[in-house]
Every structure is written in structure tokens, then in C-alpha cells.
């Protein structure tokens, strides 16, 4: 996690999704992926988040 700086966001989380024609269960690796940003947020008390689409780029 690394602060926001001049972002209008306080913190940045960063993750990675699964890649989708690798991953053997990728539907479990991308929600692990978006439960662990909620833990990491919980963790340091922020109290709003928002997501973009993750693994539905050239990967997903």
C-alpha cells in the first residue's frame, strides 16, 4: 500500500489478478485478490475503496 500523494485517493492498494488462460482456478485467484484489498484496507483503516475492473485487460 502506498499513500496517494496528489491523487485524489488518500492510499493506493495494488493487487494482481490472475491470468486467465494460465490460472487453474482463476475465479478463486481474482477473488482473493479483491478480499485481500479489503483486508489490506481494513487493516489500516480506511473506511472507502473503490475498485477498478482487475485481469479484464490483456490478461483477462
Request: proline share 7%.
Amino acid at each position: 500500500m502506498y499513500r496517494g500523494f496528489l491523487l485524489p485517493a488518500s492510499h493506493v492498494i495494488h493487487t494482481v489478478g490472475p491470468i486467465y488462460d494460465v490460472d487453474s482456478n482463476p475465479a478463486a485467484s481474482l477473488a482473493s485478490a479483491y478480499r485481500n484489498s479489503l483486508r489490506v484496507a481494513k487493516e489500516n483503516n480506511i473506511q472507502y475503496i473503490a475498485f477498478p475492473a482487475i485481469s479484464c485487460g490483456v490478461y483477462g
